[in-house]
C-alpha cells in the first residue's frame, strides 16, 4: 500500500499533507468532493457512486489514491492497469475504464490508467493534483510498468475548433502559443501526448476529444 507525507504551500503558508489509499470509511467524504468539484449542469450520474468506489478498492487498491491536509481529505486520484498497445491507441473512456467501474483492471497489463482526478475546491492552489500525478508516477516505477497514460479533456478547442484541427490545436498547445487548464497541466506535469482521439468522451467543450498522453518510465528499458 501506499502513503507518503510531505509539505505543500498556498501562498506564504506551509501544510502537511498525506498521500494514501483511500478506504470504505473514505466513501462519502470522496463522493461529496465530486459533487462541490463539479456542480450542475454536470451531470450527477457522472460523479461517483459508492459501487464503483468499492471496485477501486478491491480491484486495484494500490490505484485508490487520496491526499489529507489537517486531517481532511482534499482530493483523490485513481487508476487501474491495462495492456496498452501504442500502435492501436484508440479506445473511449466507458470502454477502458470499465465505465469507472473498473473491472477491466489487468494485474498482468503494461500500462497504469488514469481513471478520474479530482480536487476539493476549498484546497485550490496547493497544486495537489501535481502531488497527486507524481504518487501515480511512483506508482509505475515500484510496479515496473511501462508508462503512465490517461486521456485528458480538452476544454478550450469548442473556441478554436473552426480555425484549427485537433491536431493543429493541439501542436500549438505543445510550442505554448495557446494555454488549456487540463492539457497545460498534464504538459506541466511531464505528460506527452500521443494521440487526439474523437469520441473519447461525450463532452461539447472539448468536442468529444480525449487527448492521450503518457509519461513513460525512465527507468524501463524499450522492449525489442
Same mark, same amino acid.
Given at each position: 500500500m501506499y502513503r507518503k507525507e510531505q509539505f505543500v504551500f498556498r501562498k506564504d503558508q506551509v501544510y502537511q499533507a498525506t498521500v494514501r489509499n483511500y478506504t470504505e470509511n473514505d466513501f462519502n467524504e470522496l463522493i @461529496?468532493?465530486?459533487?462541490?468539484?463539479?456542480?450542475?449542469?454536470?451531470?450527477?450520474?457522472?460523479w461517483w457512486n459508492k459501487d464503483q468506489l468499492k471496485n477501486h478498492v478491491e480491484h486495484f487498491p494500490l490505484g485508490a489514491l487520496c491526499v489529507e491536509i489537517d486531517g481532511r481529505i482534499a482530493g483523490s486520484i485513481t487508476g487501474l492497469i491495462v495492456d496498452f498497445d501504442e500502435s492501436h491507441p484508440d479506445h473511449t473512456w466507458d470502454e477502458i475504464t470499465d465505465e469507472g467501474y473498473i473491472r477491466t483492471h489487468n494485474p498482468n497489463g503494461n500500462t497504469l490508467y488514469v481513471v478520474d482526478l479530482c480536487i476539493e475546491p476549498d484546497f485550490r492552489g496547493f497544486k495537489l493534483a501535481k502531488v497527486l500525478m507524481n504518487a501515480m508516477y511512483e506508482i509505475v516505477v515500484h510496479m515496473q510498468l511501462d508508462r503512465l497514460l490517461g486521456g485528458g479533456r480538452?476544454?478550450?478547442?469548442?473556441?478554436f475548433s473552426h480555425l484549427f484541427?485537433?491536431?493543429?490545436?493541439?501542436? !500549438?498547445?505543445?510550442? #505554448?502559443?495557446?494555454k488549456d487548464p487540463v492539457i497545460t497541466f498534464?504538459?506541466?506535469? #511531464?505528460?506527452?501526448?500521443? !494521440?487526439?482521439?474523437? @469520441?473519447?468522451?461525450?463532452? !461539447?467543450?472539448?468536442?468529444?476529444? @480525449?487527448?492521450?498522453?503518457?509519461? !513513460?518510465?525512465?527507468?524501463?528499458?524499450?522492449k525489442t
Open positions: @461529496g468532493i465530486q459533487q462541490r468539484a463539479f456542480p450542475p449542469p454536470f451531470p450527477s450520474e457522472l480538452i476544454p478550450t478547442y469548442h473556441t484541427t485537433i491536431e493543429e490545436y493541439v501542436n !500549438k498547445l505543445i510550442s #505554448g502559443q495557446y498534464l504538459l506541466q506535469c #511531464g505528460r506527452t501526448p500521443i !494521440k487526439a482521439v474523437k @469520441g473519447y468522451l461525450e463532452d !461539447k467543450e472539448s468536442c468529444d476529444y @480525449g487527448l492521450l498522453m503518457q509519461w !513513460k518510465n525512465p527507468f524501463q528499458q524499450e
